[in-house]
Structure formats: C-alpha cells, structure tokens
C-alpha cells in the first residue's frame, strides 16, 4: 500500500522530498444512535477499512489535494490563508475545513502540503468515510507540522470542521471513535464528559456482519439537523420541570415522570429514543462485559425498533435489511448504524450461520428494493498511524 501510494503520489505531485503515508480508521456503532448530540453514551468501533494518505509539506503555501476515489475532479488547490467552503471543491472540503478548523483552534499551518487520498470506506454508507477523512487530515497536519494537539482534540477539530465548515450538526461519535479506535475493543464513551472506556469485543463465536443498503443518502443530512433541533426543543421543554443539562441526563422512570412536559407527540417520540437508547447503551455494555451475547444482540434489535418508530430515521431499505436479517438462524440482533435514512445495517452473526445470511439476506433484499445491498465481514481496527 505505502508504495502504491508514493508511487500514484509522484506522478501526481513530482518526485523529491519527504513524502509520508498514513491510514485512518473508518467506524461503526455497535449501539447508542443519536445520542451523542444528546448528552448520552455511545459504543462505537473503529474499523480495518479507511482511509490512507500520502503527504509531503511544501514552501510555496498552497493546498492541493487529489483523491484516488475521485480522479476525474484532477488535483483540487487551495490557499492555506484562505479557506473558505466552495461546492466545487467537492470532498476536498472536508480536509480544507479541517485544516481551516485546526487554525481556528490556534494551531499554526506555516507552509502549504500536497496531499493524495485514497479511500475503501464506500461513501454515504454511514461508516464515516468522512469522519475517516477528517481525522486523517489531522493526524496528517499534527505530523507534518509538529502540532501539540492530542488524539482527543484531533477528533474534536474534525467535528468542528463537520460542524461549521461544512454545516452537519454532528456530534462527536465518528470522528473520537476513529481517532481512539483500538484493536479488538469497542469505545464506550459518555459523550457529555468524554469520559471513555475500552471495552475488549468478545463475541463468544458471532462475527459482526455490517449489511449496506446501497442506498444513497439524499435528504439525510437536513433530516439529522431536524432531529436534533427537535431533540433540543424537548429538551428546553423539559427543563421547565427538571434540572438537567441534557436528556442524557434522565433513566427510563424519570422520563415517564416528565414527559408530559413536552407539548407536541412527535418531540415526546424523539427524546424517548434519546433517553431510552442511552439507557439501553449502558446496559448493553453491562451484557457484553458480562459475556451475555445473546442480550446484546437483544438490545442491538431494541434499539433499531426505537430508531424505527420512535426516531424514524430508518426506512424501508434498513428495516428490509433488519428484519430479513433477524428471521436469518444465528443472528442474535441486528440494527442500523450510523445516522440512518440509508446507510448501512450492523448484526451479529454466529460464525457458521454467516454465508447463509449472505445469500438469503441479499436475494430477499434485491427482490423487495430493486438493487442488491453489500455483506462486510468486519474486525475492529485501531485508529490512524503512519505508515
Ligand atoms: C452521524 C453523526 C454522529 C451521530 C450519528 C447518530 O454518524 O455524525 O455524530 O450523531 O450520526 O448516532
């Protein structure tokens, strides 16, 4: 791979100098959606798919980027003292912001860099191919420039770019779980103090099997600024009645106990599902730790059912993929992951049982939708590197 990539990088960009590699991690959520805006825990992992760059820092100022994934959009440039989103910069807005974002926190950029791109996370799958990008282009930065920031912040300059560059509202699962992602072990992390714990994945004979709709995220990221906004409304609601700071902050009988609080149906549904699968989160952790598979696959499914009906975020393509999956023999839970309207599904499948799932899985799925969903077989990796 390091070869490859110096190899495309010098006839990109020139030979000479010093030109470095690296990978970042992409992710997937075991459990805990949408409650990382909330103030709740999440229990992602990192995978052993990403992205991998090629860098070399140069004196003349400029930015340029070029991504294998994307050749026809040729070598994208930028001015390292003028950042701004430009639409026609395509994907290159999202390390421009970070590089951007990186400034604002007071770190200094004193020369420009050539950088090459190559991704195997597929886009819009929800397995934060952007968030991979993001993190990577920090690490990248940190190396090349000597910054002091650690991996925490590295994660926390990917989200603000997310945020305020290229305008998601994101929380910061993808971004902390790619930059701490460790080998073999899922995060759980309390996302209102970043508190975090590595929880090591033993899945007693199961693999985990990650099902991709295939379906192209149109509205999605509208939908997600919704949720939250409706999420933050509820929270203002109930606020009249409880101190809390957010709705991570409530258990199952306290939310019965207020919810009255908020006045419209549909809020009541969203930060049901914020309180709730943050619940669910920690006593899913609990079950795993406690070597109980089969009641962490039971959660797993829990949660898609309150993603479904509660937080309606799923759609027929999720669902279809859920439910074929669950009547599937050896699969202990299955749910969607990420931010959902498409995406990818994440189950948990004994071992024997996976290339059955595959076959009967993907034929149903392509004669309900149309179009056929993709099978990852995944292990957990570890966060970015140098090459
Ligand atoms: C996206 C966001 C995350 C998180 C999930 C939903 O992946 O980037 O911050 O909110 O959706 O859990």
New binding site residues.
């Given amino acids: 791979m390091k070869e490859r990539l110096e190899k495309k990088f010098e006839a990109i960009f020139g030979a000479g100098g010093d030109i470095r590699t690296y990978f970042a991690p992409g992710r997937v959520?075991l459990i805990?959606?949408?409650?990382?805006?909330n103030g709740g825990h999440?229990f992602p992992c990192a995978l052993t798919i990403g992205t991998y760059a090629a860098a070399r820092k140069n004196s003349d100022g400029r930015l340029r980027f070029y991504s294998m994934n994307f050749e026809q959009l040729g070598v994208i440039e930028a001015n390292v003292r003028d950042l701004t989103y430009r639409k026609e910069d395509d994907w290159a807005n999202y390390p421009k912001g970070v590089i951007w974002a990186a400034m604002q926190k007071g770190y200094e950029v004193p020369y420009g860099m050539d950088i090459l791109f190559e991704g195997t996370i597929p886009n819009s799958s929800?397995l934060?191919s952007s968030?991979s990008i993001e993190v990577l282009t920090g690490y990248v930065l940190k190396d090349l420039f000597n910054l002091s920031y650690d991996m925490i912040e590295n994660a926390q300059i990917g989200q603000y770019a997310?945020n305020q560059f290229i305008g998601?509202n994101?929380?910061?699962?993808?971004q902390f779980a790619i930059a701490m992602g460790k080998e073999n072990h899922a995060i759980f992390l309390d996302t209102a103090t970043l508190a975090y714990e590595y929880v090591p994945v033993r899945l007693d004979g199961c693999r985990i099997v990650i099902m991709n709709t295939n379906k192209k995220r149109g509205l999605g990221d509208s939908k997600?600024n919704e949720r939250r906004a409706e999420c933050e409304e509820a929270l203002a609601e109930l606020k009249t009645r409880v101190d809390i700071a957010s709705l991570g902050d409530l258990n199952e009988e306290q939310f019965a106990a207020y919810e009255d609080a908020i006045a419209s149906p549909i809020r009541r549904k969203r930060a049901r599902h914020a309180v709730l699968e943050n619940q669910r989160t920690i006593r899913a952790v609990g079950a795993l730790q406690a070597g109980d598979i089969a009641e962490f696959g039971r959660l797993m499914t829990a949660s898609h059912v309150s993603l479904r009906d509660d937080y309606e975020v799923t759609g027929k393509e999720l669902d279809t993929l859920v439910s074929e999956a669950l009547s599937q023999p050896g699969v202990l839970g299955a749910r969607m992951t990420?931010?959902?309207f498409g995406g990818c599904a994440v189950s948990l499948v004994q071992e024997e049982e996976v290339e059955n799932l595959i076959s009967h899985v993907g034929e149903k799925y392509t004669k309900e939708i149309g179009y056929a969903p993709t099978f990852y077989v995944v292990a957990i990796g570890s966060g970015p590197k140098r090459l």
């Avoid at 994101?170 to 993808?174: P, R, V």
């Fill in positions: 959520n805990g959606e949408h409650t990382d805006y999440v929800g934060s968030a997310e998601v994101c929380g910061i699962m993808d997600y990420g931010a959902g």
